[in-house]
């Protein structure tokens, strides 16, 4: 259809930037894009804010609440230079009823310019963006239930139409919208936290986690995936999300509804230390001196991306048992060095998984990347001091190979394989 619209995106980070190539490739007969930020806002009639909300780092709901300060500079800024009426859509992860606070400073001069703010959060996933912008489970646009909301809703929908099926496009109010990005994400957690509590059980019952993700998985309404146990999640928005999620139902007085989700944090916690308890208790409990290998340190696999990722604390524990520690991971290296830069001098980065295995007691998988299962490991188990481990953080090695070569292999949530 025809339709012509200038659109602006503030903030081109991990969301903005991917969101608005994908506009400009799926709609490219109405799309301008400018650098100057005043002359942007004053050109454009729907303007993405897609800002950074990090974590609170100081004053109330420090390392819990959402810090809003650049999102509020932001919406002050449009205020002041527009001139006509323009339809924001929020586009950051935003605690609920911020497009509220939002609506009320665009709105606090009287220079009877009009804003509609909808909320359209993203659901994308690191490695797998532009597929997900793509070809999205949803699209969800939230917006106020009056006329001119609703009309700016339809412009939106109408923008996503152009390659997303209709079907694939739900409207909500703005709260439910605001909320909805916060569930979601944490209930991707809750689940990865679950399968992970129950790892524990079965690593003190001989039952095998693998087995019970694939038989809870098969029952269709709780599906097969993010079932995968792990040395515990990480990321830039999970731990985030809930830990708003947490605050918000603490400022309502929902203590018992707080406590619910922050246990999938406190889980999440729990299982990157029973990993290093782990590895204490199955080396004749001291790591002092002994020389421990991290295959990988991003927080998933396919990205250099290490926020938020397990390594880090677990990194920092091995230092703390007197371990010495070799890093090794395919592109997370410089900000492996880059995150423990304080315990610099105590870490040996090394880019080449055999050369890193050189003389280790251990290895410990941190980042699931499918070149750690094609490595030769009877050549790794020939350079390694004796008795060799293995924890496989992800489990994602062939475990009896790796026991019959001669490793004593820990995997999570199974049995473990040793010979003693
Ligand atoms: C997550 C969500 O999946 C996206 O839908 C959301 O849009 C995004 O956050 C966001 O809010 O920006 P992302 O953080 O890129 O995406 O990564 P995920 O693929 O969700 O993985 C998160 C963590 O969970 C990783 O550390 C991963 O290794 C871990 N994980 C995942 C498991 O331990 N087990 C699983 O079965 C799945």
Request: proline share 4%.
């Amino acid at each position: 259809m025809a339709f012509e619209k200038n659109i602006l995106c503030i903030g081109a980070g991990y969301v903005g930037g991917p969101t608005m190539a994908m506009i400009a490739h799926q709609c490219p007969q109405y799309l301008f894009f400018s650098t100057g930020i005043d002359q942007g806002i004053q050109e454009a009639d729907i303007i993405f804010v897609s800002v950074n909300t990090p974590t609170k780092t100081f004053g109330a709901g420090a390392g819990m609440a959402a810090d809003l300060q650049y999102w509020e500079k932001t919406a002050r800024q449009i205020r002041e230079v527009s001139r006509s009426h323009k339809i924001i859509v929020e586009k950051s992860t935003l605690p609920v009823k911020t497009a509220l606070a939002m609506e009320r400073i665009l709105t606090a001069t009287a220079n009877g310019i009009r804003f509609d703010v909808l909320s359209n959060p993203e659901f994308m996933a690191e490695g797998s963006g532009i597929q997900d912008l793509e070809t999205p489970d949803r699209v969800l646009i939230g917006s106020r239930e009056t006329p001119e909301g609703v009309t700016a809703r339809d412009e939106l929908v109408e923008i996503y139409a152009n390659w997303v099926p209709r079907e694939r496009i739900i409207t909500s109010n703005v709260w439910s919208s605001e909320l909805s990005k916060l569930v979601s994400n944490a209930f991707l957690a809750q689940r990865i936290s679950s399968i992970n509590a129950i790892s524990a059980l079965c690593e003190k019952t001989e039952a095998d986690i693998t087995e019970v993700a694939r038989a809870v998985g098969m029952d269709r309404r709780l599906g097969d995936r993010f079932l995968n146990a792990s040395i515990g999640f990480g990321g830039s928005c999970f731990k985030k999300d809930i830990l708003n999620l947490v605050y918000l139902c603490r400022q309502y007085g929902l203590d018992e509804v707080a406590d619910y989700w922050d246990g999938v944090v406190r889980i999440n916690d729990y299982q990157k230390e029973r990993f290093i308890l782990n590895m204490l208790g199955a080396m004749f409990n001291t790591l002092a001196a002994k020389r421990i290998c991290l295959f990988g340190f991003a927080f998933k696999a396919d990205t250099g991306d290490t926020r938020e990722s397990p390594a880090i604390s677990v990194s920092r524990r091995l230092v703390e048992e007197r371990a010495e520690l070799v890093i090794t991971d395919p592109r997370a290296l410089a900000n492996a060095e880059a995150d423990l830069a304080d315990i610099q001098g105590l870490v040996a980065f090394v880019e080449d998984p055999y050369e890193a295995a050189v003389g280790c007691d251990a290895i410990a998988v941190m980042t699931e990347w499918d070149i750690y299962a094609a490595l030769d490991f009877r050549n790794i188990y020939e350079t390694m001091r004796k008795p060799a481990f293995i924890f496989d953080g992800r489990n994602i090695l062939d475990h009896e190979e790796l026991f019959e070569i001669g490793f004593n292999v820990f995997p999570v949530g199974k049995p473990p394989l040793t010979h003693f």
